[in-house]
């Protein structure tokens, strides 16, 4: 028989999943999804067995922790194949992937690694690819893009923006942006900033020091 909780319980569960969802994204967020159940537990002010009960496997909790960007992605995707100008989408879609990775290292590690239950974000990655495929082939018509460009180009860029999270979190989406910024320009026909386009502005970063450096 089913035992209807008391509406204190119901509450007090409700808060705990909250403080959970919170507290991952917090530390996949930092750390990538290497970070420890026990540690997102730890963050959350909640012991193991709470939150099991909540999300009984690692995988179910990265789903429910980057539902929020995985939406954004679709968007981003949707937005960039609505757009008129194919050219315009497929720098957009580079711009807004790029900042949706900057913001988190483990919703950048889901989206770029397989993980065998996770078979939403492997869906979400192949309609990106095959998005990112449709728009180059509209985007090579008009002269834009590059003629050379290949969808395996992208996996390289994204690859390569993964080493942003090895900044300072405050640089991270200002470096983001310029980095874009050059792919962009990279990816098209002829240079966007010859013509005038300016830059993100240059992020203040500065090279770790040796250990033992004076």
């Known amino acids: 028989m089913n035992r209807t909780l008391p509406q ?18 917090a530390v996949f967020g930092e750390e990538g999804l290497k970070a420890p ?63 949706l990775h900057a913001h988190s290292r483990g919703f950048a590690d889901a989206f770029m690694t397989a993980f065998p239950e996770a078979t939403d974000f492997a869906a979400d990655r192949e309609q990106t690819l095959r998005a990112v495929g449709e728009l180059a082939r509209r985007a090579q018509k008009t002269g834009r893009l590059r003629p050379d460009f290949v969808i395996d180009d992208l996996t390289l860029m994204l690859m390569a923006h993964r080493g942003l999270h090895d900044i300072p979190r405050a640089d991270r989406v200002t470096t983001s942006r310029r980095f874009a910024a050059y792919v962009i320009e990279a990816f098209g026909a002829a240079p966007e900033t010859a013509a005038g386009a300016p830059l993100p502005p240059v992020p203040r970063l500065r090279l770790p020091r040796p250990t033992g450096a004076p």
């Open 8 to 25: 204190a319980e119901r509450s007090d569960a409700r808060d705990n999943r909250a403080r959970i969802l919170e507290a991952a994204r």
């Open 37 to 99: 159940m026990r540690e997102v537990a730890r963050h959350a002010g909640v012991g193991p067995a709470t939150l099991y009960r909540h999300f009984p496997t690692k995988q179910e909790l990265i789903m429910e922790t980057f539902a929020e960007q995985r939406r954004a992605c679709r968007t981003a995707v949707r937005d960039a194949l609505a757009d008129g100008d194919p050219w315009r989408g497929f720098r957009s879609m580079v711009e807004r992937i790029c900042e």
